[in-house]
Nanobody, 131 residues
Framework: QVHLQESGGASVQAGGSLKLSCAMSGVAGMTICLAWYRQAPGKEREEVAHIDAYGGTTYTDSVKGRFTISTDNAKTTLYLEMNSLKPEDTAMYYC?????????????????????????WGQGTQVTVSS
């Protein structure tokens, strides 16, 4: 069975940095999309970033240039490095695995598009950024 568990959330001051980790079991070697989502109180869940099986990454506009998503296949761990944190980043952060993957062969090689609808989720880790 697939199991995801986040860690690394904390309370930090604006401008600080955090690195979240998602320990994954049951997904190593799979050709799937992986993602980080977040949900703030009173707001809908939103995707922060995702990474496909070929290393391609996508970020929501509000975190571009500040957050980096990466994965370590050997350790089956998904990471989210967050820099220059803002109070608006305060939320519960969740990792997700196995979205709707679409593959295509392009002039640059194999490309994967991740369309959401993730099947597996972690329990979340809280990130709080103070002014």
């Amino acid at each position: 069975q697939v199991h995801l568990q986040e860690s690394g959330g904390a309370s930090v001051q604006a401008g600080g940095s955090l690195k979240l980790s998602c320990a994954m079991s049951g997904v190593a070697g799979m050709t799937i999309c992986l993602a980080w989502y977040r949900q703030a109180p009173g707001k809908e869940r939103e995707e922060v970033a995702h990474i496909d099986a070929y290393g391609g990454t996508t970020y929501t506009d509000s975190v571009k240039g500040r957050f980096t998503i990466s994965t370590d296949n050997a350790k089956t761990t998904l990471y989210l490095e967050m820099n220059s944190l803002k109070p608006e980043d305060t939320a519960m952060y969740y990792c997700a695995a196995d979205g709707d993957e679409q593959l295509a062969i392009t002039d640059s090689g194999i490309a994967m598009t991740c369309h959401g609808n993730y099947n597996n989720w972690g329990q979340g880790t809280q990130v709080t950024v103070s002014s």
